[in-house]
């Protein structure tokens, strides 16, 4: 049994909403939106997992993010970059800003990148790798809490800048621009939109399952415990380390699968959604749905990037201040987030209305116990 | 990559780099001296800290404006009163900012990262409205500007020379502070234990407000030194915060000689390279063994050995 009887509904209202609602209801250049804040959401999903759950905060998950939209946008880039199309170029056949930077050979982790199955792989395999030796070097030293926190922010960092300084190499500044097909495949068009709405969409649905298959398991107890009393776990035998390496490997896996599906519904792929800042602002998608909350994650995803995107079109000034204050108040008042003020104050009304008994069931409690500390 | 200079030359170079090195130093012990009284001693993550310094900044900028247009004749000594506001601004507003959010998450400190980020987006977003979103720098005094020749091929300027006898000033000062007053006593009191320190009669409160308002002093301090090598915008702050977090982290949160040695290394490996590499290559291998060398020894360089 991988969802209670409550959870399978929210699923279904979920699955009805992105799959059939949204599609119904906005026009294509709205959806497409909408289907690039759902490739963020894969983020936050995974921060619910690792955060939420295992108690672990990483500011870096738009790094994994970023190496699986890197890895796609790489073999679209290749693909573009075929010897007709480049031939103006002074050697064709190479990406466009390689030529712009006199090199003139492929760099050998391109080459991957040739094969479509490869490529697939790479997307999960690069971020998960990289989340395999971070975790592994850090939880093995018991490394936790802030500080944690700040070295993946740290590493966050040195990846931006390794980025913006290979400018030859993986494009610079400006990113991996001007994709166009996926094998022989035009991306462009507005029904390939359309289709890489669904699939992404049914994918997120699947990441959802996994997420509440390992919340479910004895796996996801055992991550659970070891938030809340950490040694106690360790003194009855487990090997604490290995299940925080695997929730954070899987919270990256997740993440890149967003970060791959984002290079394909935008087109692009640049360092300014790998750094720091981007990677802080997928944890308060997380914080908003609620950091218990596996389905609040896409819920928060939505919300914020709705109103980031209607209020910075209207008063670009005032989106600052409203995200902060909202960083802000999240922490300080509503510590599990939409999730969490559903629990507590529209839960119980919901089911007194349901059930035609007058009594109030005795809502008000957070879910699972107290946040993470 | 030496053999195209010459001994002297070689030597010449990083003497040269080293001065540079020393002046990222100090701007680097600047910041993480006030992070580091705040991090350490209270466990709060202070992402707004960089806020705080660029506070610092526009308040040294006023005070040069209203110098140069209304006292020209006191404008070389503008600086030291431009400090002195600059720890007043920014202390007033950490001890407001304690008492308003800060307070009520001492038992979170993952939380007051989220919280205190959002105060720095808040906080960009108000210097932007009211002092524009450009870059102002300030027009220094005719004795800082120069520098002063020690052989043919050496010469340091005034100006970093300046900063860097500010923070050796600055550090000594924390230092006597902490360890040898009776208010940096009762500081660490309460940092060990809480509960006994309020039960023999400490205001842990109080104690608590005090340093958090003198961290983010410091912090004003430190953007007000800025002005001197660099202009200040309203983002400014956020391209520092990663820099001084690690600093803090690598030298051993709670030791203030781990700081003043994490700076110091940091800021010699990043200049020395800076010279044979380029600029952001230099801060990647920084960076990456800065990090590595965490991976090795989690707790930083200095810490005391405690039984958790």
Known sequence: ?373 | MFADYSLAELGSIFVMQGFSGLILFSVYLLMALGLAIIFGQMGVINMAHGEFMILGAYVTYFTSQFFLNYLPPLFPGYFFLAMILAFIASGVLGMFIEWVMIRHLYKRPLDTLLATWGLSLILQQLYRSFFGAREVGVELPEWMMGSVAITDTIEVQINGLFVISLTLAITVAVALLMFKSRWGKQVRAVVQNRIMAGAVGINTEKVDRYTFALGCGIAGVAGSAFTMIGSTGPTAGQLYIVDTFLVVVFGGAASLLGTIASAFSISQAQSTLEFFLSGSMAKVLTLLSVVGILMLRPQGLFTLKVRR
């Open chain 1, 1 to 373: 049994m991988i969802l209670s009887r409550k959870e399978l509904i929210g699923l279904t209202i979920l699955s009805l909403l992105i799959l059939a609602v949204l599609p119904l209801a906005l026009d294509t250049f709205r959806l497409n939106l909408v289907g690039k804040y759902l490739t963020y959401a894969f983020v936050a999903l995974g921060l619910v997992m690792c955060w939420g759950y295992g108690g672990i905060l990483s500011l870096g998950q738009g790094i994994f993010f970023g190496l699986g939209g890197y890895c796609m946008a790489m073999y679209l880039k290749l693909e573009a970059s075929s010897v007709e199309n480049t031939k103006i170029q002074s050697t064709p056949g190479i990406p466009d800003f390689m030529d712009w930077n006199q090199i003139t050979e492929l760099p050998f982790f391109w080459e991957p990148f040739h094969s479509l199955p490869l490529t697939l792989i790479l997307v999960i395999a690069v971020p998960v790798f990289f989340a395999f030796i971070i975790g592994f070097a850090m939880f093995t030293r018991r490394v936790g809490g802030t500080y944690f926190a700040i070295i993946t922010q740290a590493i966050a960092a040195i990846l931006t800048i390794l980025i913006v300084g290979q400018q030859g190499y993986i494009g610079g500044i400006n990113g991996i621009t001007d994709l166009r097909t996926l094998h022989g495949w035009d991306i462009r068009t507005d029904d390939a939109k359309l289709i890489l709405y669904f699939v992404n969409a049914l994918l997120l649905i699947g990441c959802l399952l996994i997420a509440f298959f390992v919340k479910h398991s004895k796996l996801g107890r055992i991550l659970v415990a070891m938030r809340d009393k950490e040694d106690r776990v360790r003194f009855s035998g487990y090997n604490v380390s290995s299940f925080k390496i695997f929730v954070f490997c899987l919270a990256a896996g997740i993440s890149a699968v967003g970060g791959a599906m984002f290079a394909l519904q935008v087109g692009f792929m640049s360092p300014s959604f790998v750094g720091i800042v981007p990677s802080i602002e997928m944890v308060i998608y997380a914080a908003v749905g609620g950091r218990l909350s596996i389905l609040g994650a896409v819920y928060g995803t939505l919300l914020v990037n709705w109103a980031k995107t209607s209020f910075s079109e209207s008063f670009p000034e005032l989106w600052l201040l409203g995200l902060g204050g909202l960083f802000i108040a999240v922490v300080l008042a509503f510590p599990n987030g939409l999730a969490g003020i559903y629990t507590s104050y529209v839960e119980p009304y919901v089911k007194r209305l349901l059930s035609k008994k007058t009594e109030i069931i005795p809502g008000g409690t957070l879910p699972q116990g107290s946040p993470a500390e």
